[in-house]
Nanobody, 121 residues
């Protein structure tokens, strides 16, 4: 299966916001569950949030109340609105397709290039 193309990262001060987007090689509307993940240097990818075709969402405890995942079938993207950013949110962010809504730690596609998010003053 094709990779996603992620965009929207950058440098932001603590407390700031960023909006990330990712687009698959095919139609987003046909993918039942899409997830955002992040990777710290030297670490494995970490689950951040998922969204289903019914817009049911799931978040890691570390981002609940600060991040919002959404999907836009018209734009063929899945977006991650990140507010109240903290230095510990600094990572490379990726999209992928988990095996299921519950099996979020098992992904089914190759990783794309990701987009770097740096939170620093």
């Amino acid at each position: 299966q094709g990779q996603f193309v992620e965009s929207g990262g950058g440098l932001v001060q603590p407390g700031g916001s960023l909006r990330l987007s990712c687009a698959p090689s095919g139609s987003i509307s046909s993918i039942l569950v899409v997830g955002w993940y992040r990777q710290y240097p030297g670490k494995q990818h970490e689950f951040v949030a998922t969204i289903t075709t019914n817009s049911d969402t799931n978040y890691a405890d570390s981002v609940k109340g600060r991040f919002t995942i959404s999907r836009d079938n018209a734009e063929n993207t899945v977006n991650l609105q990140m507010n109240s950013l903290k230095p510990e949110d600094t990572a490379v962010y990726y999209c992928n397709v988990p095996r299921s809504r519950k099996q979020v730690h098992i992904t089914t596609r190759n990783w794309g290039q990701g987009t770097q998010v740096t939170v620093s003053s």
